[in-house]
C-alpha cells in the first residue's frame, strides 16, 4: 500500500515561518517528483512548488517565490517546504503529491492535479495575529 502524509502544520503570526514535511510509505519517496499544493475555503487547490528526482529542478508559484523554498532529504528521502515571511493569504490546507512517473529531471508548476498519483491527508496552515 502506498501512503503519503504531510506534517508540520499549525498557527503563526503573520511574519513567522513553518516547515511542512512530507514523507511516504511502500515506496521510495526519492525516485519521483513531488508537488506542494494548497487549497483555501472556497478557493481552487493551487500547486505552490515543485521539486524533480534529486532535486534537478524545483519551481514555485509567483506568490511564494522568494519565502518558500523546497527541498529533499538524501538520506531518508523526506521532502520539506520551508515557509518564511508568511501572511494571512498563505493560511490554507496545504498538501504534497507524488507523480510516480520514475526519475525526472524536470517539473513545472502549472496546478495540473492529474499529473500526481498519491496525496497525503493535507495539513492546516494558519496564518493569524
Known amino acids: 500500500q502506498f501512503d503519503v502524509v504531510e506534517s508540520g502544520g499549525g498557527l503563526v503570526q503573520p511574519g513567522g515561518s513553518l516547515r511542512l514535511s512530507c514523507a511516504a510509505s511502500?515506496?521510495?519517496?526519492?525516485?519521483?517528483?513531488i508537488g506542494w499544493f494548497r487549497q483555501a475555503p472556497g478557493k481552487e487547490r493551487e500547486e505552490v512548488s515543485c521539486?524533480?528526482?534529486?532535486?534537478?529542478?524545483?519551481n514555485y508559484v509567483d506568490s511564494v517565490k522568494g519565502r518558500f523554498t523546497v527541498s529533499r532529504d538524501n538520506a531518508d528521502g523526506t521532502v520539506y517546504l520551508q515557509m518564511n515571511s508568511l501572511k494571512p493569504e498563505d493560511t490554507a490546507v496545504y498538501y504534497c503529491?507524488?507523480?510516480?512517473?520514475?526519475?525526472?529531471?524536470?517539473?513545472?508548476?502549472?496546478?495540473?492535479?492529474?499529473?500526481?498519483?498519491?496525496w497525503g491527508p493535507g495539513t492546516q496552515v494558519t496564518v493569524s495575529s
Open positions: 503529491a507524488a507523480d510516480l512517473r520514475p526519475f525526472p529531471e524536470n517539473c513545472t508548476v502549472d496546478h495540473n492535479k492529474g499529473r500526481y498519483h498519491y
Open positions: 511502500g515506496f521510495i519517496l526519492d525516485y519521483y517528483a
Open positions: 521539486i524533480s528526482w534529486r532535486s534537478y529542478s524545483t
